[in-house]
């Protein structure tokens, strides 16, 4: 049996699950879950974080349990002691997102260059008025920390607006993509060549708190900032000041250290901050994408080719 934790999933999608997998699909939280339902429970559907969290208490009540698979990219949520004692697979839906992120931030980067706030103010008080110019990103440097599939498809749009794409990972290795990489030991020498940086690093011991005074004092003065990472990636208290004294220019933010963003917190009212709910992934497409991953590991899985599984995690 399949047990989905999210409401996200359509009718329509758990249709095609139950006839691509001809297993029964239990849409429901666990700890909603009779007794015969957790006993029947092999496949776990679910983001396992936030509003869907799923945590150690809960795997204990599922004894058959074989494998999880996470609907986003991160995984670093799940209870991983359990998962390892119990050697439980886990897949996650990585590299779904490369899409509607790499728009986003297209989106983003085109929303500071064109003035779109600023020209909306003047629509507003229906004025006629050449007091805003607007900027060009041709020939413009991004600098994206993070040279994976999300990576290599926002610099692949980027180039086609003629921009300069230089990255950040950890072994320096170069995507196509890619003008030039660095090394993330070599953040310092990267940020003052960009006049877009675009941070969509996982959360990891290395990557916490990455980007503060520091790194932001090495950046271009009006620099435009995106995160469509980990909020936690940055210290927020850090990337505010720098905002207010305009050290940077605007942030497109879709991750926050803590979400929902609290009601008050300054990110909200700022004019030069663009502020979305950790929705840069979500489309209608995002939850076909992936399901069909899923359908395409079951697949393998019954066949016992755990080697063709794409997307597997192991915990350290």
Known sequence: MIVCTTSDISNEIIKKV?????CKVVQKKIQMLKSSEKYETKYLLTYGNFDDEVNAEELEQLPNLKWIHVLSSGTEQLPQSVIKDRDILVTSSKGIHAIPISEY????ILHFAKRITEFRKLQDQMSWSYTQEMFEVYGKTLGILGTGSIGSDIAEKAKVF????????????RPAEFDQVYKIDQLKEMVPLCDYICCILPSTKETIHLIGQEIISLMKDQVIFINVG??????EED???ALKAGKIGGAALDVFKEEPLKTGHPFWSMENVLVTPHASARTKMY???AINLFLDNYKCYQKRQLDNMVNKVTFN
């Open 18 to 22: 139950i006839e691509e997998t001809g």
């Open 105 to 108: 931030v297209l989106g983003a």
């Open 162 to 173: 003629g921009m300069n794409v230089i990255g950040v990972n950890r072994s320096g290795r």
């Open 230 to 235: 980990r909020g936690d990636l940055v210290i």
């Open 239 to 241: 990337l505010l000041k």
């Open 287 to 289: 939850m076909n994408r």
